[in-house]
């Protein structure tokens, strides 16, 4: 057994709460409570300096819950401090739900934030992480940025939805009959809640209203007859709106649309900042080389994956040849998926086999969010990916487009950790 400290810490807005183990499990300080800030900080490190002297200790393991951000000041010290550097610190960042599966195994026990820290510690002591936390702070900047941009992206979403609620209640055939491509196209924006009104336009003869709609969208509508035929029968098909309605709905749609406008603009920003940024991490500039991933899809894949080699830290038990062995990148890409939540998970008990297996969903979310996001673009360039789409959805039984675009962003864990570890840019099979 290593004669190791092990420390476990339950962070929140106001403090850090302690607990220190000795490496067989006795407790050395059940639990003590220090402020999350600076001052706090200096307490907590004189407190693990007079551990690891009064016992001699060979290292220190310091593990929290990846709560928020409200850890990240906190470790981003500990990382930095050359007195605990001596010391052969490790730093571990849990999953809260590996340490609320954990506590099952114990009796039941109270959830305090004096009791916490030991099981944060226990954790860790039996059953250590495979992968340690370690500092850089340019690609926190780059995951800051991709992370901003997926909140911006959700809230966009959200006033789109809101935004298609109203417009119902003002033309209830408009979605339906799609007088225009896009609804928040340029044009139909000009349309839904500028003057003239809907009411207005529809009123006007087919050739003037075209002609109107022609010089709405900048002359660049292919068919503006079509259009205005069909906005027309919008108008005709529609619930009329009670009078008293009419203008609470107009409203609501023009205040609405302008924030949209607003979350448009500064997606472009966070854009224009991630491209930016990512010019200093050459491996990560390697994925957007793959055909239809941008710098953005790419930056946020490369940004939670990080340095590849922490997947690659320890050995692992081979079935087949019955002894362990050293990670290769295949495990490494099982591991991203696993943290992306992209997994299959068996349920099975005697005879028993289920045939139905749900994929997982849990982990990183955003790690997910892009993945997804750039399978879709490569199964429309990349001819290998278009033929494992088109399979998958053939063999799909519901949701056809969902399961294959999830099973293809699955298939390009690969070659994005392939690329990542490698340094090296895309290259078709072709050309390998």
Sequence with gaps: MDNRLQVGIDFSQKRADFCLLFPDGRPLESHIAVDNSSPGYSLAKQLLLDALDSYSFDGLDVS?????????????????????????LKLYLLNPRWVKWFKKCFAQDHKTDEKDPFYIAERTRTRRPDVTWSADPSSLALRFYTRLRFHLVQNLAREKCYFSTFLFLKASSYRRLKPFSDVFGVTSRLV???????????????EDLAMQLHEMSGHHLRDPFKNARKLKQVRQESFPLVEHLALPVQRILDLTLEHI?????????????????????????????????????????????????????????????????????????????????????????????????????TGNRYLRYYLIQAANLMRQRIPQYTKFYDRKYQEASKHHHKRALVLTARKSVGLVVGLLHRNEPYRSPEHR
């Design 64 to 88: 929290g819950e990846a709560t928020g951000y409200l850890w990240l000041p906190f470790f981003l010290q500990l990382a930095a401090d050359p007195e605990l550097e001596l010391h052969d």
């Design 192 to 206: 839904l809640t500028q003057q003239p009104s809907l009411d207005e336009l529809t009123e006007l003869p087919v």
């Design 261 to 361: 406008r607003f979350l448009e603009a500064q997606v472009e920003q966070v854009n224009r900042w991630i491209a930016t940024e990512v010019q200093t991490h050459p491996s990560i500039t390697q994925l957007a080389t793959i055909p239809g991933v941008g710098p953005v899809f790419s930056s946020g894949i490369g940004a939670e994956i990080g340095d590849t080699q922490r997947f690659l830290q320890g050995y692992k038990w081979d079935k087949k040849h019955k002894r362990h062995r050293p990670r290769n990148l295949r495990d490494a890409e099982d591991a991203v998926a696993k943290i992306a939540g992209m997994w299959w998970p068996r349920t099975s008990s005697g005879d028993f086999e289920a045939e139905d297996r749900r994929m997982a969903k």
